[in-house]
Every structure is written in structure tokens, then in C-alpha cells.
């Protein structure tokens, strides 16, 4: 029934990957308010950092299985075939990474490359810490991206959330915590 | 940090630019309510102005008489500022309820859900009242032991009725049942304030029943001052979240009012209202020269109404430290976490059933 108007984007596989609860959460529209500064501290390096270049591109594709795919990038250097993702700082680093990663496979899905036939490649750019790193599509995960977008689609119509994180830990940085444990 | 803002001057409320301008108005205010009234402010500009940046409100408590125009509505819209007005008597009137951001469709349909199965809308209910007996148990503990000779065991017997009572809260099968018992306990604990009040002040402020419109005498005046503020604020945190406010359990959703609110405030009350006046008539910092008649009924003066206002605001921002959070939370974030439970419960209401807050401090 929902399944039928969901899209896959970047950020739900992040979500995805740092906590299934926390998608779920997602899927159902529920978000938490933005009160601190750092929401506007992201609009402000979303819209100063980087000023010429291609921004907000939209991709679409279909995942194998048919579940419609969804990618809002940041920014995308065409020439060299690089698309760039912007964050404040490390601590999602390796959600980050999977979301652009996403964002390849999304390419990769419509068959897009470099004009000479080069995959494009991916680039995490942290403003704040003065730090990039490189991100790249590797074969094995396809199949990873692939899994997980069908987890996706089945969280999405699961009546209940799943569980907690057991690594209480993690949850301290997660803008959900009030709501899963207050 | 946002805030609220408590204004109790009348006047223009606009927008400028970023920017909210009180141009105050010198004078009386008078009753909103007179027939021979023309809608007109009933005092003239003076010239008086204060202004605020609008990134610092987070809400709007309005006490004066304001006029307001379309442009500021959609500039509080825009910004998600509720506006709250008062009547002349400091009753609650109104919302300005800024279009929701937050919700969520399928959360909507849970919380219909929960309304219109009787057995889930009871489960919730009963949570709801269990709590407030709970937190009105607190209350009666923590005095009960100041207490000698007829009061202490006048206290004592209303404990038990309430235990028992709470303690019988699962086998109701009715929400009528639920509002009655919740409503003898009630009447039991309004008549052992004098107690609390202690003899000097009892007798200043005598306590016959609970009469709200119009508040019969001074402690009927502050409950209901009390009161609204308490469901303003409520109203306030719920617009924070993802739930809907109209859709309540223990409250029949009413069409012109925030039945959830009700709701919520009920667990509430004991801490933060009921609390508030004792503090507020033991130190004596509001006493009879606060309050005035009109009309048959009893009503905080301006001045009683700020010292009330300022002292809700400390209470709101007093602090406590929430074991599963590991941090200190405010009364007010408890408000909203109390939110976040229910969001909890009506996503799984198995697996996460809603216990209203039992005051654990
Ligand atoms: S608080 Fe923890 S359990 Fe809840 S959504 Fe965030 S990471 Fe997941």
C-alpha cells in the first residue's frame, strides 16, 4: 500500500545503515524538530561553501527489483565526474559514505558515465575540518545497495518500528533519542 | 535560544521586517466583552514600543489587549510562533495556531485509530488519569508529614481513597467512570488544602469547592489562571511534535479546542500548577490585594497575573535528571517527552505501552 508511493533517497539509506529504527521513523514522516543552530549552520554551508558549480541535481532510477530510487546531490563536477556531498562533521562518516555511494549506483543505474567512459566517483567534502575524502562504487556493493533498498521497502510497510539500537552509544548523536528513550 | 515571551501590555503587535514591535497604548483596559464595544482599542497609542528579534520566540502569551493584522499572522506562520491570547479576566481565549510542519499522516491515522477503538482509547485514558492520581499522591505526600492531629488524618484517609482508587483504574471499563473518579479525588484533595496552606494563609484564602465560571473566590481564581497557562504550554510542546492536538482520549476532541492538550495537562497539574500556588500564597509573594471582583467571580489582578507568569517560567525551566536520557531534563522538556511516549505507544502500543510521568523526584 505505501510501498506503491516510495522513493528511496540517500539520506534513508544512511538512515538505514546507522539504524533501521531510525528509517522506519523516516518512512513514517516523523521527523524531530530542528531547534539547534546546526540546522541553520547546514543551510549556510549548503549555500556559501561551494558557489559555482552544478548544485541540486535530481536523479531518479529503479533499483533491480523495481523499487523507484531517488537522489538529491549536492553538487556535481560533470568535467571530472564527481559528485560531491557536503557534511558539518565526521560523526556519520560512514552513513555519508554510503549515501554517495547511493548516489553512484544511482548513475551507474542509468548508465552514466565520464565522456571518455569513466564511472563517476564521489567526494565527501567536510568544510568545517578542512577535510575531503574520496568515495568509490565498488562491485561488492552493488549487491549491498541492492539488499538494503529491499530491507527498505519492507520496513516500509511494517506496522510496528523495530527495535532500539542495543549500542546505547550510537544513539547519543541520533536526533531521535528524545523519542526513542525520553 | 527561543523563548517564550509573556507580554502584558496592550497595544499593536506587528511585524517589523525581522522583527516583532509592540506599540503600546496607555490606559485601562476594559472588559472584552461590553455590548455597546466598537472593536476599537480601547486606549491610545503613547508612544511606548519594544521590539524583539523573532528568532528568540518560541511562543506568544498575550494578556494586554492587541490588535494584530493579517501580515503579522502569516509572519508567526512562517516562523512556527503559536500566539496564545488571554481575556480581560486572563482566561484563555485563543490560538493562533501556525500551520503544522511536522505531522505525520500515518501517525494521524494511529492516533484516529486509538480514539475510535473503545478498548485502545480506554488503555490511553486510564494512562493518563493513573498518572495525574499519581502525581497528585506526590503532592499530598509531600505535605502529609507537616501535618498534625484532624488534618493529618483527614490527609491520611484521602490517601487511601486515592490508592484505592488508583489502584482499581484497570477494572473501569468506561471513560465516563474514569472522568468521576478522577473528579471525587479531586474534590478530596481541594479540601485538604487548607492543610497544606497551613492556618494563617487558610484563612485568607478559605477553599470550599473547586468553581470554575466564574472562579468563585482566590483559590478558584488562581487554579484557573493556573490552568490555562498550564494548557497553553501544553499546547505549545504538542505543536512541536507530530501529533495532532485535536485528537484526544480522555477528552471528548472538541471542535474548538486541543482536546490532547487536556489530556497531558491533567499529569501535569500537580507539579506545576497546584505546586505553584502553594509556593506563590505560603511566601506570600500574592496575597489578597491580587485579586478583583467583577461580575460575581474572582480574577488575579495584572499584577497578580505577572507574579504568577514569572514564576510558571522559572518553574518550567527547574530541572531534573532523566535516568534513561542520562542528562537533565527541564519540566517543560517533560511536557514534550511526554509527547514522545505517546508517539511511541500509538506506533507500538505493545511493545512500548504509554505510562504517563510519575513524578520520580
Ligand atoms: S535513538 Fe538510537 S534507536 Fe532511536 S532512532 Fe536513533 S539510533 Fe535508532
Known amino acids: ?182 | 535560544m527561543k523563548r517564550p515571551y509573556y507580554l502584558f501590555s496592550s497595544g499593536r503587535l506587528k511585524r517589523q521586517h525581522n522583527t516583532l514591535a509592540l506599540e503600546k497604548t496607555s490606559g485601562e483596559r476594559l472588559p472584552d466583552d461590553s455590548p455597546e464595544d466598537e472593536g476599537v482599542p480601547s486606549s491610545l497609542p503613547d508612544g511606548g514600543r519594544t521590539q524583539f528579534p523573532i528568532e528568540s520566540v518560541d511562543s506568544l502569551f498575550l494578556f494586554g489587549e492587541i490588535d494584530i493584522n493579517s501580515k503579522l499572522i502569516t509572519f508567526l506562520g512562517q516562523q512556527g510562533v503559536p500566539a496564545f491570547f488571554f481575556d480581560y479576566y486572563g482566561n484563555y481565549s485563543a490560538t493562533l495556531y501556525p500551520r503544522e510542519n511536522l505531522l505525520s499522516g500515518r501517525l494521524r491515522i494511529q492516533q484516529a485509530h486509538h480514539y475510535l477503538s473503545p478498548k485502545r482509547r480506554l488503555t490511553l485514558a486510564k494512562a493518563f488519569v493513573e498518572a495525574a492520581l499519581f502525581n497528585i499522591e506526590r503532592v499530598i505526600k509531600y505535605y502529609q508529614p507537616r501535618l498534625e492531629g484532624d488534618a493529618q488524618q483527614e490527609t491520611q484517609a484521602t490517601l487511601q481513597a486515592l490508592v484505592r482508587d488508583r489502584g482499581a483504574l484497570p477494572l473501569t471499563t468506561d471513560i465516563f467512570t474514569l472522568m468521576a473518579v478522577e473528579g471525587r479525588i479531586r474534590d478530596r484533595y481541594y479540601k485538604l488544602w487548607p492543610h497544606f496552606l497551613g492556618k494563617e494563609v487558610a484563612s485568607k484564602f478559605p477553599m470550599n469547592k473547586r468553581e470554575r465560571r466564574p472562579p468563585s473566590n482566590e483559590l478558584n481564581a488562581l487554579i484557573s489562571f493556573g490552568n490555562s497557562l498550564c494548557y497553553s504550554t501544553v499546547v505549545r510542546q504538542i505543536y512541536r511534535t507530530a501529533l495532532d492536538p485535536t485528537i484526544a482520549f480522555l477528552h471528548e476532541p472538541g471542535d474548538r479546542r486541543f482536546s490532547l492538550s487536556l489530556d497531558i495537562a491533567e499529569i501535569f497539574k500537580p507539579l506545576l500548577v497546584d505546586r505553584a500556588i502553594f509556593r506563590l500564597l505560603k511566601t506570600g509573594e500574592i496575597n489578597s490585594k491580587h485579586f478583583e471582583k467583577h461580575l460575581g467571580g474572582c480574577y488575579l489582578s495584572d499584577a497578580g497575573r505577572k507574579i504568577f507568569v514569572q514564576h510558571w517560567d522559572e518553574r518550567l525551566s527547574k530541572t531534573v535528571h532523566h535516568r534513561a536520557l542520562d542528562k537533565k531534563v527541564s519540566y517543560e522538556r517533560l511536557i514534550r517527552l511526554e509527547c514522545y511516549k505517546l508517539i511511541r505507544h500509538l506506533s507500538d502500543p505493545a511493545g512500548n505501552t504509554y505510562q504517563g510521568l510519575h513524578m520520580w523526584w
Open chain 1, 1 to 182: 500500500m505505501i510501498s506503491k508511493s516510495l522513493r528511496i533517497g540517500g539520506m534513508l539509506i544512511g538512515y538505514y545503515r546507522l539504524c533501521p529504527r531510525k528509517a522506519w521513523w523516516s518512512l513514517r514522516g516523523i521527523a524531530m524538530e530542528q531547534e539547534s543552530d546546526a540546522v541553520a549552520l547546514g543551510r549556510l554551508l549548503d549555500e556559501s561553501s561551494y558557489a559555482r558549480s552544478d548544485k541540486h541535481l535530481e536523479i531518479e532510477a529503479e533499483a533491480p527489483d523495481g523499487t523507484p530510487l531517488v537522489g538529491k546531490i549536492d553538487r556535481a563536477n560533470l568535467k571530472h565526474g564527481v559528485l560531491h556531498e557536503t557534511k558539518k562533521g565526521r560523526s556519520c562518516e560512514d552513513a555519508h559514505r554510503w549515501q554517495l555511494r547511493f548516489y553512484l549506483w544511482l548513475l551507474y543505474r542509468n548508465g552514466v558515465t565520464r565522456a571518455d567512459g569513466v564511472p563517476f566517483s564521489g567526494q565527501l567534502d567536510y568544510p568545517l575540518l578542512r577535510r575531503t575524502e574520496a568515495v568509490f562504487l565498488e562491485a561488492e556493493h552493488y549487491l549491498e545497495l541492492e539488499k538494503n533498498v529491499a530491507a527498505i521497502s519492507s520496513l516500509a510497510i511494517q506496522e510496528i518500528p523495530p527495535p532500539v539500537l542495543t549500542q546505547r552509544s550510537f544513539c547519543a548523536k541520533c536526533s531521535f533519542e528524545e523519542l526513542c528513550f525520553g
